[in-house]
C-alpha cells in the first residue's frame, strides 16, 4: 500500500524539460525537427489527438487537397519528387509529414492524447507550468505550434442544435453517414466546401447550397505527376530550380495583394472561367462576386461550377435565419427541406482558442490582453509572454505563397532566440512593448492599401473589431528578412547568474 502510494505520489510530480511544443502539425513536426538539429534532447510535443498531422490529419472530407504546389508545400529540408500531382490530396500530405518525422526521429518526443489544458507563466521560477489531463510539465520555453485551421467555426443558428437529421462540419466529416438519396444542405462556400460539393453531388438526390458570399475561383491546373516526371524532379538541383520557380510566380501574384489594381488582369480570368461553365445567367449572376479578387482567399477549381450546373443542385444567395424541425430557413425567407446539413463555414483564426489558455506574467489570458485583435513582434513574440512563441501568430498570413514559408521563417527566429538564451546564459527573454508596439504599428498602416482591407469584402483577415490581425502586409522576401537573425536587443533579459546574486544577497 506503501509503495502504491509513493509511486502515485511520483507520478504526479511535475516533469521538468527544457522546452515544450504545443501541437504535432506541420509546424510542430518542424519544431521538434530543428530542436533535433541543434542538439536540444530535452523537449516533448504535446499532441491533443492520437496521431500526427494536424489539419491534414483532421480534414479528410472527400476532395480535400491542397490549393498550393506540392513542390512548394513541403519543408525545404525534405523535399519530395514523388508528388502523384501537382497539388497533392490530404492522403498524400498526411503520409508525406508522417514519413518526414519517422526519417528526422522526432516520434519518441511526442506526447499523444495529451492536449495543453493550461498554461501558466511563474514568474519566480522563470518558467512556464503546462498542465494536461495526464500530468505537470515545467518548461523554459514553450513554442506553440496549435495552428488555425483545426478549431471548426460552428455558426449560431437557432435551432441547429435540435435540427432532427444528421449534422456535421467538414473538418469532422462523418464517413459512416451515407449521403446517398439525401436531401444535403451545404452552409458555407469557402475552400473546403468548393472541394466536397462537387465530390458529393453525383451522390445526393438533392443538394442546396446556402451562399452568403459567392469566391473568386481560378482554374486548378493539376497534372498527374507521371514516373518521368518523378525521376526527372529526383535529379540533383531539380526539385530546388522547381521551387524557386514556383515560388517566383506566386511571389509575383502576391504583389496585387498590395497593389489590388493590379489583380483586375487574373479577375478576367476568374470571370471567364465562370463564364464558360455557367451558361444559365442567373445562376452566374449568384456566383459573380462584387468584391476585389483577392480580398477573400482565392480559390482553385476545375469542377465546382460545373456541379453547379447541376439539375439536382440549388445555389440560394442567402445565409441561414434559422432551423425548423429539418426545415433550413433562409434570411431571403427562401425554406428548404433536408435530411443532412454539412457545415463549411471554416475555422477560428483571429480567435484561436489556445488564446484562452495561456497566462502571462499578470496573470491574464492571451484572449484577455487580444480582446479580439491579436497582436505579436514580427508575429511570433508578445510582451508579457516571456519564452513564449507563436508559429503562424497574427498578421503573418501571406496569402499568396505556401504556409512552409511561414513556418520555417519563424522557426529560424526560434531557434536564433534559444541559441541566444544559450550562449548568453538566460533564463528569461521577452519582447519590450514599446518595440511590439512600433512594429505593429507599422504593419497597420501597411495593411491599409492592401486588398484585404479596401476589397470590399468581408472575411477571416478582419476580426470582430474591425482591425486586419491576419494578413501581411510586406513581400515574403520581406518576412524571411525579418525572421532571419534573432535580435536580442529588442527584447529584455535575465541571466541565470543574476538570479543567483539575488539570492546570495537577499540571504548574506
Not at 398 to 424: H, P, T
Request: net charge neutral.
Amino acid at each position: 500500500m506503501a509503495q502504491a502510494k509513493k509511486k502515485a505520489a511520483s507520478k504526479a510530480r511535475p516533469m521538468d524539460v527544457e522546452v515544450v511544443v504545443i501541437g504535432a502539425g506541420i509546424s510542430g513536426i518542424g519544431a521538434a525537427i530543428r530542436l533535433r538539429e541543434q542538439g536540444e534532447t530535452d523537449f516533448i510535443v504535446l499532441e491533443k489527438a492520437e496521431a500526427l498531422g494536424g489539419t491534414w490529419r483532421d480534414n479528410t472530407y472527400p476532395g480535400c487537397a491542397c490549393d498550393v504546389p506540392s513542390a512548394l508545400y513541403s519543408y525545404s529540408f525534405a523535399q519530395n519528387p514523388n508528388w502523384s500531382r501537382v497539388f497533392a490530396g490530404q492522403a498524400e500530405i498526411l503520409d508525406y509529414v508522417n514519413d518526414v518525422a519517422a526519417r528526422f526521429q522526432v516520434e519518441p518526443h511526442i506526447h499523444y492524447g495529451e492536449p495543453a489544458i493550461s498554461t501558466q507563466w511563474d514568474e519566480r521560477r522563470c518558467r512556464w507550468m503546462v498542465r494536461t489531463a495526464k500530468g505537470e510539465y515545467h518548461a523554459r520555453t514553450i513554442i506553440s505550434c496549435a495552428g488555425y485551421l483545426h478549431e471548426p467555426q460552428i455558426p449560431d443558428i437557432p435551432g441547429l442544435k435540435e435540427f432532427s437529421g444528421t449534422v456535421f462540419h467538414s473538418s469532422h466529416w462523418d464517413h459512416q453517414h451515407d449521403l446517398r438519396g439525401e436531401r444535403v444542405a451545404v452552409i458555407g462556400t469557402g475552400a473546403s466546401a468548393i472541394q466536397f460539393v462537387p465530390e458529393i453531388q453525383p451522390l445526393v438526390k438533392q443538394l442546396v447550397l446556402f451562399q452568403r458570399t459567392p469566391q473568386w475561383i481560378l482554374p486548378k491546373p493539376n497534372q498527374a505527376m507521371g514516373s518521368t516526371s518523378q525521376k526527372l524532379l529526383g535529379l540533383p538541383m531539380a526539385m530546388g530550380a522547381l521551387r524557386a520557380a514556383l515560388y517566383s510566380g506566386l511571389e509575383a501574384f502576391g504583389v496585387g495583394f498590395r497593389r489590388p489594381v493590379l489583380l483586375k488582369q487574373i479577375e478576367k480570368i476568374a470571370r471567364a472561367h465562370i463564364n464558360l461553365t455557367v451558361k444559365d445567367p442567373e445562376l452566374r449572376a449568384k456566383l459573380t462576386p462584387d468584391y476585389t479578387l483577392g480580398c477573400k482567399r482565392v480559390l482553385l477549381s476545375n469542377n465546382y461550377y460545373p456541379a453547379l450546373t447541376q439539375a439536382n443542385v440549388d445555389v440560394l444567395a442567402t445565409g441561414v435565419k434559422e432551423v425548423r424541425g429539418n426545415v433550413l430557413v433562409g434570411h431571403d425567407g427562401s425554406e428548404r427541406e433536408v435530411d443532412t446539413i454539412i457545415l463549411g463555414t471554416g475555422f477560428h483564426v483571429s480567435d484561436p482558442p489556445i488564446a484562452e489558455q495561456v497566462r502571462g506574467t499578470d496573470g491574464r489570458t492571451l484572449e484577455e490582453i487580444w480582446n479580439g485583435s491579436p497582436q505579436a513582434y514580427r508575429g511570433t513574440t508578445i510582451a508579457g509572454f516571456p519564452n513564449l512563441f507563436l508559429v503562424l501568430g497574427p498578421n503573418l498570413a501571406i496569402g499568396n505563397n505556401s504556409a512552409f514559408i511561414v513556418i520555417e521563417s519563424q522557426l529560424n527566429y526560434a531557434m536564433g532566440a534559444l541559441k541566444s538564451m544559450r550562449d548568453k546564459n538566460l533564463i528569461r527573454l521577452e519582447v519590450r512593448e514599446a518595440v511590439q508596439r512600433r512594429y505593429n504599428s507599422k504593419v497597420q498602416k501597411a495593411l491599409q492599401g492592401t486588398v484585404w482591407n479596401t476589397g470590399g469584402c468581408s472575411s477571416y483577415y478582419i476580426d470582430r473589431n474591425g482591425k486586419n490581425s491576419i494578413g501581411f502586409p510586406w513581400s515574403s522576401n520581406t518576412m524571411q528578412r525579418l525572421l532571419q537573425q534573432f535580435d536580442v536587443q529588442s527584447y529584455d533579459t535575465q541571466a541565470a547568474d543574476e538570479v543567483i546574486g539575488e539570492s546570495m544577497s537577499v540571504t548574506g
